[in-house]
């Protein structure tokens, strides 16, 4: 099932979600622990003040990969973030160039960690 988070930009607060608990048409809807509803239509939009974030379905050292995410590999000061293209999650290393975007694996699993994300932890976009 498709898992998301949302940052609030107004709270400026992280917000995340479990799998849909009801489908209505094109519309998912979704909550929190503490009863939040999200209502997601099938252009993913729900209003410009959120900014809603897909689950990788994948795991680092039990933390749970979203897009947006900030991962780094063990020996290495470099920073990557996780970001959805092509309809695949993929590594942004501005570094490498615009367009480079290599595959997230499970390869990767085995030496990255997450260490934030681009919303709570943006002194770390200095390492991109």
């Known amino acids: 099932m498709i898992k998301i988070r949302v940052w609030d930009k107004r709270q400026k607060r992280m917000v995340y979600y479990g799998p849909p608990v009801y489908i209505h048409g094109d519309t998912l809807v979704y909550n929190t622990e503490d009863n939040e509803c999200l209502y997601l239509d099938e252009h993913w939009e729900v209003d410009l003040d959120k900014t809603e974030m897909l689950s990788t379905g994948i795991t680092a050292n039990g933390v749970e990969i979203y ?11 470099s920073v990557f973030e996780v970001v959805f293209v092509d309809c695949a999650f993929r ?5 490498w160039g615009k367009d480079a975007y ?17 919303y709570e932890n943006p002194e770390l976009l200095k390492r991109l």
């Open 67 to 77: 897009e947006s995410d900030l991962i780094g590999y063990e020996d290495d000061p």
């Open 91 to 95: 590594k942004k290393y501005p570094k």
């Open 102 to 118: 290599p595959y997230l694996t499970h390869h990767d699993l085995k030496y990255i960690k997450v260490i934030g994300n681009i």
